[in-house]
Each structure stands twice: as structure tokens, then as C-alpha cells.
């Protein structure tokens, strides 16, 4: 059997195990198998290694994109650039284990900037491992952005009491890339100023449960269009998919 999975903490239902069971099906791999790997501690990473000599490859979530980085042998140019790895290859070299990182989030997320979203300078909502597979993406296609935050600051980093009447005007696409508003806790949003949106703005969520959040409910209220993360979602597991199985 050949063994694919997702690390990460806690991992309840997963998308992730659901869709790659069915796309092993679909695509003839009755020899392949998807599991989730709870790991208390990142530390706890090498003995799943040892543990499992049948790993080809692996995802990422919260909250190791970035805790990761330091047990693999290599990174790719995405996720050396962006600073946090969402998909692990796994290859055995005679004795020795490889592993190399790479982020699917970025070019997943690239695909989805199409039409009717503006290119306009942006607001990212947090700054983890989502946010800067945003910011990456948005950097290479010469958008403007800044981040919020609920505590860091700086000249590329602002807070949420920040959000003026002006800055929402000058920002027409903003991206929630924090789990503020995800399942269970779906009555959440991040806070800011609602009531200065406009038909003009672009409110992206990368949360995908539930698919449409309380941020894109009160950004539609305000005539703003909306998006939620499930393409992006998809788009990263393709990715992922073509990486496990060295499909180029
Ligand atoms: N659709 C997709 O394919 C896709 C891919 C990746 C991630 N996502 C989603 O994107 C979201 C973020 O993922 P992530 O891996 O970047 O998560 P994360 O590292 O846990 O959090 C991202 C950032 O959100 C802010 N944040 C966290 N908890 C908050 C709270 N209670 N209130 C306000 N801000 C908070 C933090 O920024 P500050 O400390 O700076 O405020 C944090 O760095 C998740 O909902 C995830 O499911 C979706």
C-alpha cells in the first residue's frame, strides 16, 4: 500500500481525506490510501516518518505550515518564497528518507484571480501561513496590498482599528485569510468597519465551511461581491495531487 495523509492539530472531519479517497478511486490507485496524522507536537514528525515506511507524501495544515520547515531536506522556490509548505514528497533513498516541501496554496490561490476580481490595492486579514501564500501571489502580479493584524505592526502591516472610512476606500479587495468565521464557529467575523463597503468592493474568504461566512454575508449586505475559498481549495489539492504522484 502506498500511504498518503494530512498532518496538522486538532484534525476532525477533513476535506483533504475525503477528496483524495475519491480521486485515488476515480483514478484507478487502488493501491493508495489517504490517513489523517494527528501530531500533538511537530516534533512528534520524524518517528511518523520512521513509523510509516509506506509515506509518499503528505499535507499540511494548521497549525505546522510553517513549524514544519525546519524537518525537511528541501523546500521549492514557491515555498521557500512564500515561508510555509502545505504539501510534503516523500522519497527513500536506499536507507534515507527525503522529503521536500511545497506551497499549492500560492498557485492554487493565482488561479482563481480571474475576472470580475478587481486589481486594486488589497487588504489581507491575518498574517499566517495563508496569508502569505496571498501576499506572494498578489507581490507577483503587482497588486498593492497591506495586512491586518491583530497585534503586529509595521510599515506593510496595519490593525483593525486602523480601518478607516478612507483606507476601506482606497482598499477594494479584501481577503479573510484568518479562521475567524470557520466551522464551528460560524456566527464569528473579523472585525472590521462594515459599514463602509460598497458594491465596489471584493470580499474573498479563504474559509470554505461554511461557504458563505458571516464576512461575505455582511460584505453582500453592503452590495459587495463575494468569494469563497472552495475553488482555491480545489485548485491546492489538484496541485497536491500532481506532486504526490510526480505528474508534471
Ligand atoms: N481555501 C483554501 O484552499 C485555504 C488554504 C489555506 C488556508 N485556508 C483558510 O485560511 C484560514 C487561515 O489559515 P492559516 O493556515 O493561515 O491559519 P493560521 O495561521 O492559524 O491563522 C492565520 C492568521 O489569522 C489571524 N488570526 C488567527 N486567529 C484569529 C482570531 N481569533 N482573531 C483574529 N485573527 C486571528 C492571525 O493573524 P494575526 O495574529 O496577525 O492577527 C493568524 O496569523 C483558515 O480558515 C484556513 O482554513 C483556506
Request: aromatic share 10%.
Amino acid at each position: 500500500m502506498v500511504l498518503f495523509g494530512l498532518i496538522g492539530f486538532p484534525l476532525g472531519h477533513s476535506w483533504s481525506a475525503a477528496w483524495f479517497t475519491e480521486k485515488f478511486r476515480e483514478e484507478g490507485g487502488s493501491n493508495r490510501s489517504y490517513h489523517l496524522f494527528p501530531l500533538k507536537d511537530i516534533s512528534e514528525f520524524p518517528q511518523l516518518l520512521q513509523s510509516h515506511p509506506g509515506l509518499k507524501g503528505l499535507n499540511v495544515t494548521i497549525p505546522y505550515k510553517e513549524k514544519i520547515i525546519p524537518y525537511l531536506d528541501e523546500l521549492d522556490e514557491t515555498a521557500r518564497s512564500v515561508g510555509a509548505v502545505n504539501t510534503i514528497q516523500i522519497n527513500h533513498n536506499n536507507e534515507k528518507i527525503l522529503t521536500k516541501g511545497f506551497n499549492t496554496d500560492a498557485p492554487g490561490f493565482l488561479q482563481t484571480i480571474t475576472d470580475p476580481i478587481p486589481r486594486c490595492p488589497a487588504l489581507i486579514l491575518g498574517t499566517g501561513g495563508a496569508a502569505k501564500a496571498v501576499a506572494y501571489v498578489l507581490e507577483e502580479k503587482k497588486i498593492a496590498f497591506t495586512f491586518v493584524s491583530r497585534r503586529k505592526q509595521g510599515s506593510r502591516i496595519i490593525s483593525y482599528q486602523d480601518l478607516s472610512s478612507e483606507i476601506i476606500s482606497q482598499n477594494r479587495l479584501i481577503i479573510n485569510a484568518t479562521p475567524i468565521g470557520m466551522y464551528p464557529d460560524t456566527d464569528d467575523f473579523p472585525p472590521i468597519p462594515y459599514h463602509f463597503l460598497s458594491s465596489q468592493h471584493y470580499l474573498y474568504d479563504l474559509i470554505y465551511n461554511p461557504p458563505e461566512t458571516q464576512f461575505m454575508k455582511r460584505g453582500k449586505a453592503m452590495k459587495a461581491m463575494t468569494m469563497n475559498g472552495m475553488q482555491m481549495l480545489i485548485n491546492q489539492a489538484e496541485l497536491s495531487y500532481k506532486i504526490f504522484l510526480d505528474i508534471h
